[in-house]
């Protein structure tokens, strides 16, 4: 007499990778650009008027500057940046 032996079930919520998300960034990028060839050669990808990518990136940049504390560093890596500039290479930044 064989016993059934218990499945193995994956827990609620569980963050293994699978399927796409398994693969490495390069053979995700290589798929991807492959779907993207196929659908611009069957004419069914969207493409974007230059008045929808004003859009798009108008609406990412807000959300970007939404987040206080991104901005904040992003400013002031910038600063840091600049300041080793000036003090490498002896000359002064330019001013805007």
Do not use: C, Y
Not at 60 to 70: M, N, W, Y
């Amino acid at each position: 007499m064989r016993l059934a032996m218990p499945e193995k079930k994956r827990a609620k919520g569980s963050t293994a990778k699978r399927g796409f998300g398994a693969m490495d960034p390069e053979t995700q990028s290589a798929i991807a650009s492959k779907g993207g060839r196929a659908a611009h050669e069957q004419g069914v990808a969207h493409e974007f008027t230059p008045e929808e990518a004003r859009e798009a990136g108008a609406k990412g940049g807000k959300a970007v500057a939404e987040d206080r504390a991104h901005m904040v560093e992003i400013g002031r890596r910038g600063g840091q940046a600049r300041s080793r500039r000036k003090s490498h290479d002896g000359t002064k930044p330019s001013s805007r």
